[in-house]
């Protein structure tokens, strides 16, 4: 054959190979796949990322598509890049948004897949609480239910630098006239110059000495605060309250002295005309009366034990009651949990029970007081409010010491539980968690004369048998101003109508 036939005859092979012809059919392009990501949730108004990958076995992805396609309307940033957002949008109730994303490859072909969003319900925060003031006018104060009560000034919690807070009591300042709150919180003890109630001043904060303390108990003693907490080690602070006159900004302050002769406490009581100090609940003592001599305030010693049984809170007085056995000796009454106990102290190195009593449908016996007469205890129990039985007040005849006698027990029509406790005069000064402030006027308690006259509630938000709300009252500065401390709600400075 020539050789021009025979070049021609294999470029024609070569072209119709080329072309197919010839030959077998080629492979038909395979579809991408796509992957939308895992479903997710989010809080409304929160921005959503959406993520997708794209995978073409025979080729490459060349582009991304996304597109909502159930649900509130939202528009989607990015919609055309493999990484898209979107802002999750306002909602009555949890929602959900259902996404596609398509994917392309070189050829032409798509492949999609699709992911949820579930976007959560975020209730807005409650506006802020009225801060005063605010007289009682036709059941409120402001924000805040009442009767009698009038709301001079709040002072919230973080004008405080606090988060939480608990106890609270009060100095006044004899050289100048100028009244004090000392309120206790988490993190430390502020000092509030409340003088014109309804203009306070916070003066600074002493910082827990170690740890933060959700428990934490302040006494003042000849112009010194002693306070104690619960975290270890913190021992019992010492802070000379007079370094609080003519400041102008807030300080940040130091104890003057650390007692250390135990490392916690529960509670703290003074005697302020023995000049001792009874802390409880310490890791000393049996959990008992931990006695401290306070005489000279800047240099605590420790004076003695009370250990036979484990206290909570105490009392401490000088006994000028009906009971001539022991008149002018030094007399604690205890709450003790499970029983209330009457202890002479008197001698440090030798206290001695005098008694002690129960009493119907007892829970936790918690804090009480005398009456000025010493002739009656009142006493709140935190534990026996719940299942039908409301907010009840215990109230005993001591007369004879040796022989108490439970006489009956208020009941409020709240089922608060009740927290702190203080007697002036005729009346009571409660804080009960939840219903907050109230006050009670007796009369002839023997009779069972017992009722309430006004209350101030500082926790709007529940009324609900738990620990939430007012923690302590201090009812005792010379102007008739009234503080109280809230666990959420920060200071009060209110006053009887």
Same mark, same amino acid.
């Given at each position: 054959?020539?050789?021009? &036939?025979? &070049?021609?005859?294999?470029?024609?092979?070569?072209?119709?190979?080329?072309?197919?012809?010839?030959?077998?059919?080629?492979? %038909?392009?395979?579809?991408?796949?796509?992957?939308?990501?895992? =479903?997710? +949730?989010?809080?409304?108004?929160?921005?959503?990322?959406?993520?997708?990958?794209?995978?073409?076995?025979?080729?490459?992805?060349?582009?991304?598509?996304?597109?909502?396609?159930?649900?509130?309307?939202?528009?989607?940033?990015?919609?055309?890049?493999?990484?898209? +957002?979107?802002?999750?949008?306002?909602?009555?109730?949890?929602?959900?948004?259902?996404?596609?994303?398509?994917?392309?490859?070189?050829?032409?072909?798509?492949?999609?897949?699709?992911?949820?969003?579930?976007?959560?319900?975020?209730?807005?925060?409650?506006?802020?609480?009225?801060?005063?003031?605010?007289?009682?006018?036709?059941?409120?104060?402001?924000?805040? +239910?009442?009767?009698?009560?009038?709301?001079?000034?709040?002072?919230?919690?973080?004008?405080?630098?606090?988060?939480?807070?608990? =106890?609270?009591?009060?100095?006044?300042?004899?050289?100048?006239?100028?009244?004090?709150?000392?309120?206790?919180?988490?993190?430390?003890?502020?000092?509030?110059?409340?003088?014109?109630?309804?203009?306070?001043?916070?003066?600074?904060?002493?910082?827990? /000495?170690?740890?933060? %303390?959700?428990?934490?108990?302040?006494?003042?003693?000849?112009?010194?605060?002693?306070?104690?907490?619960?975290?270890?080690?913190?021992?019992?602070?010492?802070?000379? &309250?007079?370094?609080?006159?003519?400041?102008?900004?807030?300080?940040?302050? +130091?104890?003057?002295?650390?007692?250390?002769?135990?490392?916690?406490?529960?509670?703290?009581?003074?005697?302020?005309?023995?000049?001792?100090?009874?802390?409880?609940?310490?890791?000393?003592?049996?959990?008992?009366?931990?006695?401290?001599?306070?005489?000279?305030?800047?240099?605590?010693?420790?004076?003695?034990?009370?250990?036979?049984?484990?206290?909570?809170?105490?009392?401490?007085?000088?006994?000028?009651?009906?009971?001539?056995?022991?008149?002018?000796?030094?007399?604690?009454?205890?709450?003790?949990?499970?029983?209330?106990?009457?202890?002479?102290?008197?001698?440090?190195?030798?206290?001695? %029970?005098?008694?002690?009593?129960?009493?119907?449908?007892?829970?936790?016996?918690?804090?009480?007081?005398?009456?000025?007469?010493?002739?009656?205890?009142?006493?709140?129990?935190?534990?026996?409010?719940?299942?039908?039985?409301?907010?009840?007040?215990?109230?005993?005849?001591?007369? =004879?010491?040796?022989?108490?006698?439970?006489?009956?027990?208020?009941?409020?029509?709240?089922?608060?539980?009740?927290?702190? &406790?203080?007697?002036?005069?005729?009346?009571?000064?409660?804080?009960?968690?939840?219903?907050?402030?109230?006050?009670? /006027?007796?009369?002839?308690?023997?009779?069972? /004369?017992?009722?309430?006259?006004?209350?101030?509630?500082?926790?709007?938000?529940?009324?609900?048998?738990?620990?939430?709300?007012?923690?302590?009252?201090?009812?005792?500065?010379?102007?008739?101003?009234?503080?109280?401390?809230?666990?959420?709600?920060?200071?009060?400075?209110?006053?009887?109508?």
């Amino acid at each position: 054959m020539p050789k021009l &036939l025979i &070049l021609m005859t294999l470029a024609l092979g070569i072209f119709l190979s080329g072309c197919g012809g010839g030959g077998s059919s080629p492979a %038909s392009n395979k579809a991408p796949t796509a992957n939308a990501g895992a =479903d997710q +949730s989010a809080d409304e108004g929160t921005t959503v990322n959406l993520s997708a990958t794209g995978a073409d076995g025979d080729g490459t992805i060349v582009s991304f598509s996304w597109q909502q396609e159930s649900g509130t309307a939202v528009s989607i940033t990015n919609a055309n890049m493999a990484s898209a +957002s979107f802002v999750a949008p306002m909602v009555a109730a949890s929602e959900v948004l259902l996404f596609r994303v398509t994917v392309t490859d070189d050829d032409g072909a798509t492949g999609s897949d699709t992911v949820t969003v579930t976007v959560n319900d975020i209730a807005s925060p409650p506006p802020p609480l009225s801060v005063g003031p605010e007289i009682c006018i036709g059941g409120n104060a402001g924000d805040f +239910s009442c009767s009698g009560v009038s709301l001079s000034k709040r002072v919230s919690l973080e004008t405080m630098g606090g988060t939480t807070g608990n =106890d609270i009591w009060g100095w006044f300042d004899a050289s100048t006239g100028n009244e004090y709150a000392l309120m206790g919180m988490t993190n430390g003890t502020a000092f509030v110059d409340i003088t014109n109630p309804e203009d306070p001043v916070f003066l600074g904060r002493l910082p827990s /000495e170690t740890v933060d %303390s959700p428990w934490r108990d302040i006494k003042v003693y000849q112009n010194h605060a002693y306070i104690v907490a619960e975290n270890v080690p913190h021992g019992m602070q010492v802070f000379d &309250l007079t370094r609080l006159r003519g400041l102008v900004s807030p300080q940040t302050f +130091s104890a003057d002295v650390v007692y250390g002769d135990f490392e916690n406490a529960h509670n703290l009581a003074i005697n302020e005309d023995t000049g001792f100090a009874y802390a409880v609940g310490t890791n000393t003592c049996g959990n008992g009366l931990h006695m401290i001599d306070i005489n000279v305030p800047i240099n605590p010693m420790f004076a003695g034990c009370y250990d036979l049984t484990e206290t909570h809170d105490t009392q401490c007085v000088i006994y000028q009651g009906p009971d001539a056995n022991y008149v002018n000796r030094e007399i604690c009454v205890s709450s003790n949990k499970d029983h209330v106990e009457i202890v002479d102290v008197t001698d440090k190195s030798a206290p001695m %029970s005098i008694s002690s009593i129960d009493y119907p449908q007892r829970g936790f016996v918690h804090q009480g007081w005398f009456t000025e007469d010493h002739r009656f205890f009142l006493l709140g129990d935190e534990g026996d409010e719940g299942g039908g039985v409301p907010t009840r007040t215990h109230v005993f005849d001591v007369s =004879d010491l040796d022989a108490p006698v439970y006489v009956f027990a208020y009941e409020a029509a709240t089922v608060a539980i009740d927290h702190n &406790l203080y007697v002036l005069g005729n009346r009571v000064f409660q804080a009960n968690y939840t219903s907050g402030l109230r006050v009670l /006027e007796f009369g002839d308690l023997a009779n069972e /004369e017992l009722v309430e006259i006004a209350f101030f509630d500082t926790f709007p938000a529940s009324d609900a048998t738990d620990f939430s709300g007012a923690w302590s009252v201090f009812p005792y500065l010379p102007s008739g101003t009234i503080i109280v401390s809230d666990i959420t709600n920060g200071l009060f400075i209110l006053s009887l109508q």
